[in-house]
């Protein structure tokens, strides 16, 4: 079946750049997600990508999708405290009735 | 988030008492989730709707049963509680499927004595 992973921490510097990655095994996959979960709220789209695309850019968020390695990457330019978080990687099908699935997640912790 | 609510926030309950857990939505939405969260688990699906009184369960949905009468509300009930359903439930609602992503409510953190 469908399978998402996710390294499981990181940690980074205020102000250096951060990549989270993500592999997937449905080759089929249509939409892939990036949600960012703050401690004790529920998860927040960040972006989505289609799979047509390679790249999408959103002021520090750059998404890269490398669909022949079935590779999905969040970068955060300039990482602020503010982005400590989980990120949560999930990709969906265009069949059906579309339920992604969700990596474990991805607690990023930033030191000042 | 705007537009969805979960109730209630927090609730200690017994083993074997019956629960529900509401989600309230003003957005109108289509699809409706429930999704359970657990450490080293990350989000399991545990039933989904996609119409007034059409459901379907989702890999983890023993335990659990759901009902929606009206498009705004979606109910997760568990019969007969468990220890091992404390956790953190988390609505989800989505427009004409999920392509453009969820909106998620608050969660409800669930803990079974």
């Known amino acids: 079946g469908e399978d998402v992973e996710q390294s499981l921490f990181l940690s980074v510097r205020e102000g250096d750049s951060s990549v989270i990655n993500c592999t997937y095994t449905?080759?089929?996959?249509?939409?892939l997600y990036w949600y960012k979960q703050e401690p004790g709220a529920g998860l927040q789209l960040l972006t989505y990508?289609?799979?047509?695309?390679d790249m999408k850019q959103d002021q520090r968020l750059t998404v890269l999708l490398n669909k022949k390695d079935k590779h999905l990457s969040l970068r955060i330019a300039d990482t602020q405290t503010g982005d400590s978080a989980i990120y949560f990687c999930?990709?969906?099908?265009?069949?059906?009735?579309?339920?992604?699935?969700f990596g474990r997640g991805t607690s990023l912790i930033v030191h000042p | 988030d705007a537009g969805i609510t979960q109730s209630p926030r927090h609730k200690v309950t017994e083993t074997g008492t019956p629960v529900t857990l509401r989600c309230h939505q003003t957005?109108?939405?289509?699809?409706m989730y429930w999704y359970r969260q657990d450490p080293g688990h990350g989000l399991r699906l545990i039933h989904y709707?996609?119409?007034?009184?059409?459901?379907d369960k989702g890999e983890v949905s023993d335990g659990y049963s759901v009902s929606r009468s009206k498009t705004e509300d979606f109910l997760l009930t568990l019969e007969s509680a468990t220890s091992s359903q404390t956790s953190v439930y988390f609505c989800?609602?989505?427009?004409?499927?999920?392509?453009?992503?969820?909106?998620f409510g608050s969660g409800t953190r669930l803990t079974v004595v």
């Open positions: 989800a609602i989505s427009g004409t499927g999920s392509n453009y992503g969820y909106t």
């Open positions: 449905d080759s089929s996959s249509t939409y």
């Open positions: 990508i289609f799979s047509n695309m």
């Open positions: 999930a990709e969906s099908t265009s069949g059906g009735s579309y339920i992604p699935t």
């Open positions: 957005e109108n939405h289509r699809y």
């Open positions: 709707s996609y119409g007034v009184k059409d459901t």
